[in-house]
C-alpha cells in the first residue's frame, strides 16, 4: 500500500536556508532510515527535516533562463547518510503535463524533459517505462557524509519558445552501497507561466492519486470494498478510462484485471 507523505512546497524562486539546519528549504532531504533511502523535505516553519516528503516543484525559468531550472536539489543532514555512498536516479515513466480542463495528470506531455547530471544529458522516456538514470552524487567520507548536489532540469532542450504549463516528472534515487533499497518514487513538479497558478492543484491531485490514496480497489471512494467498487472497475475498463489502468502502462488488458484484484483482495487500512 501506498505510503502517506508530508508535503511541504517550497518553489525555486523563494530558495532559502533554513535558520535551524542550515538546509535549502527547495531541497530533498535524504536520509537513510530502515534500510532504504527516503526522501524529507524542511518544515518552513520549524527549519527542522520532516521525513517521508517526497514531492517538490520548481519554476522554470527561475534563474533567468526560460525552460530551465536547477531546483530542486538532494542535500541531506549531518549523519544521516552512509559515509561514501553514492545517490543515482531513474525515470519512472513518462513525463506529465497537468490538464487543466479534467484536472488530472493523465496526459503524457509532448514536451522533452531532459535531465542534466554529472555532465550528462538524460532524455526522459515518451512512453511509460522505467529508464535507468545515472550517479550523479557521493556522500563525504567522513562521519558526518555530507551531501548536497544538484541536476538541471531542460524543458525542450532550454531552447525558445517558453513553454507554459505544469509538468510531473517521476523518479527515484538509488545507492551502489549494499543492502539500501531504492526511494519510494519522488514527484518533482515544474511550472512556467500561467501554470504557476495551477500549482496547488496538481500538487493536491499528485497526494490524493499518487500517494495519499489509502485503498487503490475504492473505486466509488465511500471507504469500503463491495460489488460496486467491482461494478465500477469494470464500467472504467471498458471505457479504458484511465482509472482503470492499474498497472500504469497506458494499456488495457489482463495486467489490470490482475492488479485490480489484488489490490482489492488486500482490502482497505
Not at 507554459?164 to 538509488?174: A, R
Not at 491531485?205 to 489509502?214: A, K, R, T
Not at 465500477?232 to 485490480?260: E, I, Y
Request: aromatic content about 10%; charged content about 15%; hydrophobic content about 45%.
Amino acid at each position: 500500500m501506498l505510503k502517506k507523505a508530508v508535503t511541504f512546497v517550497t518553489l525555486a524562486a523563494s530558495t532559502t536556508l533554513s535558520a535551524a539546519s542550515g538546509l535549502h528549504d527547495a531541497d530533498f532531504i535524504l536520509a537513510v532510515q530502515d534500510s532504504q533511502i527516503i526522501a524529507g523535505a524542511v518544515d518552513p516553519d520549524t527549519g527542522d527535516a520532516v521525513y517521508p516528503s517526497r514531492i517538490k516543484s520548481a519554476l522554470m525559468g527561475a534563474e533567468g533562463f526560460p525552460n530551465f531550472t536547477n531546483d530542486p536539489g538532494f542535500n541531506a543532514e549531518l549523519g544521516q547518510l552512509i559515509p561514501g555512498m553514492t545517490i543515482g536516479f531513474s525515470f519512472l515513466r513518462a513525463p506529465r503535463v497537468w490538464d487543466d480542463a479534467n484536472m488530472n495528470f493523465e496526459t503524457i506531455a509532448t514536451e522533452q524533459l531532459t535531465v542534466r547530471a554529472a555532465a550528462q544529458d538524460l532524455v526522459a522516456p515518451s512512453t511509460d517505462m522505467r529508464v535507468d538514470g545515472i550517479v550523479f552524487g557521493q556522500a563525504s567520507n567522513t562521519p558526518s557524509a555530507t551531501f548536497h548536489h544538484h541536476m538541471q532540469y531542460l524543458l525542450n532542450g532550454a531552447l525558445p519558445p517558453v513553454v507554459q504549463g505544469v509538468w510531473l516528472l517521476e523518479i527515484d534515487l538509488w545507492t551502489e552501497a549494499a543492502g539500501i533499497d531504492a526511494s519510494d518514487p519522488l514527484y518533482i513538479v515544474f511550472a512556467q507561466g500561467d501554470g504557476e497558478g495551477q500549482l496547488d492543484d496538481a500538487i493536491t491531485w499528485i497526494e490524493d492519486n499518487l500517494i495519499g490514496s489509502p485503498c487503490l480497489a475504492d473505486l466509488t471512494g465511500d471507504g469500503t470494498l463491495d460489488f460496486f467498487d467491482v461494478s465500477a472497475f469494470l464500467v472504467a475498463f471498458n471505457a479504458q478510462d484511465p482509472v482503470a489502468d492499474f498497472n500504469g502502462d497506458t494499456q488495457f488488458n489482463f495486467f489490470d484485471v490482475s492488479a485490480f484484484l489484488t489490490a482489492y483482495t488486500g482490502g482497505c487500512p
